[in-house]
């Protein structure tokens, strides 16, 4: 179609990729398989702790929690709207997304807060880092599938893979910005007293942080929640695979309960992390 | 010798500042420099000491380089070229950990806005300079405390430094210096954040508190009466050049250039100025000496009153000689028709608080030491004089001022 007419033709940059990462699942396949045992050792054994216990007393359980970190509110909210998923019968579902979800966070977060860190004690990096992020949340999310799939299959596995590098940017982001942002005048005062780089990092510039690589996080866990659904083109189950055979059925009516079902988990999800910021 | 000696300390901003040092010692001013070199020129080769226990202050308008060159004796901007020493080390030859041991140590800094860390306590606060050195909790929370204790913050320890004024937030800034136990205090600015009575108070406090704490201070201000309030000695900066180092007297009665001049004129006089400046020698009488002769005194030295004191020099009253010849004929003694209601000052009262005592009572004012000897009288004309600038009338100059 775009055959190039004039003097250059076109750079072959589909090939270039391909034969990549033909090279990657050639010489890195352990590294691959290895990653891909550890995350779905972790993810479906947090499935089995999950759905071990009865749902009511899960729900019961979490809408406390949500009590003691934010308010009664939100405990009620938790407990009427984790029941209504219940009551429609997706409660498995949702313990898999809820699952896939935490897994995504919690290594977008393992990975993403030291490298705002290291972003924020050096420009270079930031320099470097800045434009890959820009590029990990501008790319449309359908496109970490097609490597994610090459390199781990179907299942659950490309799922998390996709999730993390859809949403870990805004973790990356706002720890450097958080750190980056702390009080010049603090900084020098930690310095003139003789902070090592190690103790001004603990002492004073992630503590004053914190408010802002919370709301990393919290966006983190949001975008990842988004991309339940397009994970689940991959294969990875829960409620994404729930909306996803609604769109291709055209089935209105489990396609609405399995979004509201997300829409629930994301509110709740979100004024949690959200009240556990402002404590 | 010095605590603290700065030799040709220099901080050039720019790409390259070797080229900027050299155009420097040829003598090119910041102003060429820039032109030449789009360079900016913060401290163009300072030199000065500072004495152990004395408070030395810096002082200059914004963008003078008072903050870069205080920051460059701690090396929170390094140098470009010059040296400091502390008494014989040199501060810019040491490396990342001799550093660090002498900002634990040696130095601590106060800051502008006060740089407490908001997420702690008040003694947390005040404990950071020993936590970061590895001191034991119970050791730093004693050390700490007792900072706070000095300071007069003994009972806010729990408190976060939200809940405090200002003023109260700063005396925490001093608090975790003090906790240190360093020989020598950077103050940056550090009242010019307060309102203007709060000011005066910490000055004061700090005064107060050197007597005890003996510290070597450097402190960095903008307000000129600040300086002369608690320095020992001034530096004047402008342009990043210092342009003159000395006392508040030398750099009010005899100004190095035309910009001190023009900066120290508006200066409030009255309150720089005490009554041990413009004091003159009294007429003194020793009161065993009988009425006739210090009628004759009084004739000889042509004065219309004379000071009568004991064996002690101290004061006991005045006589006029109406009241000395009054004594004469009724052959009383001195001490009969001694005038004892006589308004007394301090050599170290400025001439500020003397014009109260003076438009009460038409008498000269009496200048009483310490130990309640007579050491000179004012008269309203030296008052005046001194005010409007009359270097005349002052001490030391040689002044002969006309009683009233």
Redesign the interface.
Known sequence: MNESTGLFPKIPLASWIESFVDFLTNYFSVVFDTISTVVAFITENLVLALGFLPALLLIVIVALFAWWIVNWKIGLFALLGLGLINNLGYWPETIETVSLVLVSVIISMIIGIPIGIWMSQKNSVQTIVTPILDFMQTMPAFVYLIPAVVFFSLGMVPGVIATIIFSMPPTVRLTNLGIRQV?E??I?????????TG?RLT??QI??GMPSIMAGINQTIMLSLSMVVIASMVGAPGLGTVVYRAVTQVAIGPGFEGGLSLVILAMLLDRITQGANKN | MSKIKVEGLTKIFGRRPKQAVKYLSEGKSKEEILNLTGMTVGVNQSTFEVEDGEVFVIMGLSGSGKSTLVRMI?R?IEPTSGKVWMEDKDITKMNKEE??????KNM??V???F?L???KTILKNAE??L???GIDTEERERRASEALELVGLGDYLDKSPNELSGGMQQRVGLA?ALA?DPGIL?MDEAFSALDPLIRKDMQDELMDLQQRVHKTIIFITHDLDEALRIGDRIALMKDGSIVQVGTAEEILMDPANDYVERFVEDVNLAKVLTAGHVMKRAETVAVDRGAKVTLRLMRENGVSTIYVVDKQQKLLGYVTADQADQAVKAGKGLEEVLETDIPTVHPDTPLSDLFEPMTERKAPLSVVNDSGKLVGIVVRGAVLGALAGNDDVLNGSGGDVADE
């Open positions: 009080d005048e603090l020098e005062a930690s310095n003139a007293f003789g902070s090592t103790q002492k004073v503590p004053l | 701690n929170l550093l660090r041991d002498l900002r634990r601590s800094m800051f502008q806005n740089a860390l908001p997420h950071y300079g936590e970061i050195q975790r240190n950077l």
